[in-house]
């Protein structure tokens, strides 16, 4: 198994990070129906770097440039937060490199957003996953995510995302 590390994504990870997202958002099926152009907002990695964070998975035996996967960082008010409110952070577009999956890599990801919540001082993180990403729910599951039926939502007709929320230990001085 190859090490990698988590590090903000770069200009020049863009492109490959707009492949890898639209890739394994294709390969697991999330694209299939997609007729309100999703595909178009995933490879569109210049705008979201310019309003939230982009944490990549660099593999280290590549020297930190051969990307495995990306995430979306957001806090509430942004313009890609969906489902998060004052005090929450919020994660999406979680995607590894097909054929980077099964290695630890969405793990190490998820846990960079719940560390970076933690270090802002956030209550909870908040995501929405399609309810057919079973495997997205049993990641979720084991970081103690828990269904919240209150940030269910459907941005177009016929996708159904179901709400998610891990509260966060707010420590205190």
Do not use: K
């Amino acid at each position: 198994m190859t090490p990698f590390l988590i590090r903000p994504a770069e200009p020049a990870d863009f492109a490959e990070v707009s492949r890898l997202t639209v890739e394994a958002y294709r390969a697991d099926g999330q694209l299939d129906d997609d007729t309100g152009g999703y595909a178009v907002v995933l490879a569109d990695v210049a705008a979201r770097a310019a309003a939230a964070e982009i944490l990549v998975a660099a593999d280290d035996a590549a020297g930190g440039q051969g990307l495995l996967g990306s995430v979306t960082f957001v806090l509430p008010g942004t313009p890609y937060a969906e489902v998060s409110r004052d005090g929450e952070a919020e994660f999406r577009m979680l995607a590894v490199d097909p054929r980077a999956q099964r290695r630890g890599v969405a793990r190490r990801l998820v846990q960079a957003c719940i560390d970076r919540a933690a270090a802002l001082g956030c209550s909870s993180v908040v995501i929405s996953t399609r309810d057919i990403n079973r495997a997205a729910f049993a990641l979720y599951d084991t970081f103690g995510f828990a269904r919240d039926p209150s940030l269910d939502w459907s941005p177009v007709p016929g996708v159904r995302l179901l709400g998610l929320r891990l509260p966060l230990q707010v420590l205190t001085h």
